[in-house]
């Protein structure tokens, strides 16, 4: 049984393996850049690269054996200690399912996983082992990203910040693809979810923070894309995805904080208004407003004091910004 602290885990060895997870499904057009970002790391580390294809029908599949005959034939040119390359194309039942599948199969003391649609920047990896080494205590290990646009073009920065729980509770401070976690922990915190669809990362970073020490690295790490089928953006899905954000946002911490639920009741308003008001960014801004005062009210039977520190001047301009602007600065 791990402790709660991890000072007491065994020394790290010479050369870590690093296993990383890439759940795909019919993302061909990004999924050799990702593939490449990975086997292209540098550094004094063993990489156990597992990719979860959900039985793509595009040439996604063609891809992988691409890269796993370059890998086996010795054709690829190897940056690290070694590569371990596996890979599985079979129904799955959706991202979170995928991803556990490959855990299951992990070999490595640390782990990530990486979508098929962004990348790692070089030195990613050798930055979290280095950092891992210098704190034998840290549980989570994340750096900063940018956002960039279908053709891999940067758009701008993801707001990263200090780990902080409260902070975390109303603002998505980790990027996910920049994210490093050892095993033990993960483990230890009951790993994956798979009840989530959309928020089983920021499920796994509240478990983590709320047990073991979680830090930041003020270093480019990851790239981030954004696109139309993307679920963070996908106009299908923001409803379900704002909703479950919320849902373990109040398991986790009861609290139901005002900018989440604002971010719900403004997506839900944009969707459902009829005709030309829910593409009025006036009036579904001050429906969106009304309920979620009115819902905020209701979740937290009242005012609730943590919610006092959000109502300040960069909130209040954000309630007039559309969520890609929002999240991307611009």
């Known amino acids: ?56 029908s595009d040439n996604s599949v063609d891809i992988i054996r691409r890269y796993d005959s370059l890998l086996k034939t010795g054709l690829c040119r190897i940056g690290c200690r070694g590569i371990t390359f596996r890979w599985i194309s079979e ?19 640390i782990l990530a996983w990486l979508n098929s649609d962004d990348t790692y920047l070089p030195g990613a990896l050798q930055s979290a082992v280095d950092f891992f080494r210098a704190k034998p205590d840290a549980a989570l290990v994340y750096g ?19 780990f902080d729980l409260v902070k975390l509770a109303s603002a998505n401070i980790i990027c996910q693809p920049a994210a490093f976690f050892r095993r033990e922990a993960f483990e230890a915190v009951g790993c994956l979810d798979e009840t989530l669809h959309f928020t089983m990362d920021y499920d796994l970073w509240i478990r983590l923070g709320k047990r073991f020490p979680c830090y930041h690295i003020q270093q480019m790490l ?24 919320l849902d373990v946002t109040r398991r986790h911490f009861c609290w139901a ?5 604002y971010t719900s009741c403004s997506i839900l308003c ?24 009115i819902l905020s009210i209701y979740l937290n039977r009242g005012f609730h004091r943590n919610d006092l520190k959000l109502l300040n001047r960069d909130n209040f301009r954000k309630l007039f910004k559309s969520r890609l602007e ?5």
């Not at 799955?92 to 003391?109: C, I, N, P, Y």
């Not at 696109?227 to 409803?239: A, M, P, Q, V």
């Open 1 to 56: 049984m791990i402790s709660d602290v991890l000072d007491v885990t065994p020394q790290m060895p010479v050369f870590p393996t690093i296993s990383i997870i890439t759940p795909s499904y019919n993302q061909g057009a990004f999924l050799a850049e990702t593939i490449e970002s990975v086997i292209s790391q540098q550094g004094d580390f063993i990489i156990d690269y597992i990719i979860v294809d959900g039985g793509s």
């Open 144 to 162: 900063d990203a940018c956002f960039t646009d279908v053709a891999g073009s940067v758009i701008s920065n993801y707001r990263t910040a200090e």
């Open 222 to 245: 990851a790239t981030y894309r954004l696109h139309e089928t993307s679920k963070t953006i996908n106009s299908d899905t923001l409803i379900s995805n704002s909703e479950e954000s």
């Open 270 to 293: 944009q969707a459902r208004l009829p005709g030309i008001l829910g593409q009025n960014r006036l009036f579904v801004t001050t429906a969106a407003i009304a309920c979620a005062i």
């Open 257 to 261: 904080p005002i900018t989440r639920i």
């Open 91 to 109: 129904k799955d039942h959706g991202q979170t399912s995928a991803l556990m599948k490959g855990f299951r199969m992990v070999q490595g003391e």
């Open 326 to 330: 929002i999240m991307t600065g611009i």
